[in-house]
């Protein structure tokens, strides 16, 4: 564990795609789990409600059967189902950050961002916790290419989003994942492998700076230069050290087609 972290409530971030057997309840988590994995007495469960009921969200949260026992409950693999407490669609970074906060303040509590869905054995579930919706902060249009050849994109965004935004501007990273309909944080949390890998390397290779809630609820940027412990922490590293918001990635000349 980073020593820049001292508490991180369970998270996973997005597409994590491995996942060992569930913990026993009451022992730390496996796989991209951090914190501990509890179950719920209705004490606990009394409290977490009312800790997200009194959130003050810009975005939604659903406590609804519909939205609570629906996608947010099952994922790509299909092999598990664990209902959330709560659904969250956060309309801003900061939204993540209330979450995150309300699940460090109340130690039963579980957080789970899911991207599009494409994680295997439960990893972006959270049993009796919340699922953040990432795709809710998802916008149209690519950041603007800064210097150094790069572009800033959000966390929620699609891959396939991202080129064709990329496109337009005669540019594209230089390392993305075979299929598109990956979410940049998801796919930065697991490492990024394609075709592209064995030359210029998996995505996490071609990140110059991330934006990260941590596990205290805290947003930092970090790169090679700034908090570098946290950057390499958490590219690749299974949504243990917080939930990736933003990314400036590398990019070069778009070929001509």
């Not at 508490?7 to 796989?31: I, L």
């Not at 800064?146 to 891959?159: A, C, I, K, M, Q």
Request: aromatic content about 4%.
């Amino acid at each position: 564990m980073l020593a820049c972290i001292d508490r991180v409530p369970q998270m996973d971030n997005h597409e994590a795609e491995a996942d060992p057997s569930p913990p026993p309840p009451n022992e730390v988590g496996g796989g991209g789990d951090v914190g501990l994995t509890l179950e719920l007495d209705d004490g606990e469960d009394d409290e977490a409600l009312e800790n997200l009921r009194r959130m003050k969200l810009e975005g939604k949260i659903d406590f609804s059967a519909v939205a609570c026992c629906g996608q947010a409950s099952s994922d790509f693999g299909g092999m598990r189902r664990n209902r959330p407490l709560a659904v969250v669609a956060p309309a801003t970074v900061e939204d993540v950050v209330r979450v995150v906060r309300c699940a460090e303040s109340c130690r039963s509590l579980t957080v789970a961002a899911r991207g599009n869905g494409h994680s295997i054995n439960g990893q972006a579930q959270a049993e009796g916790g919340v699922v953040v919706e990432m795709s809710s902060l998802r916008r149209p249009a690519a950041g603007p290419v800064v210097s150094g050849g790069t572009v800033e994109v959000g966390g929620g965004e699609l891959w396939e989003e991202v080129l064709m935004n990329c496109l337009e501007r005669g540019v594209a990273p230089r390392s993305w994942t075979d299929y598109l309909g990956l979410t940049v944080g998801g796919t930065l949390s697991v490492g990024g492998v394609s075709g592209q890998s064995f030359k210029y390397g998996p995505q996490i290779c071609n990140v110059a700076e991330v934006e990260v809630v941590t596990g205290k609820g805290e947003i930092k940027v970090c790169s090679m230069e700034e908090s570098k412990d946290l950057f390499y922490g958490v590219l690749g590293g299974m949504g243990q050290f917080g939930i990736i918001t933003r990314a400036r990635v590398l990019v070069q000349t778009a070929p001509r087609m």
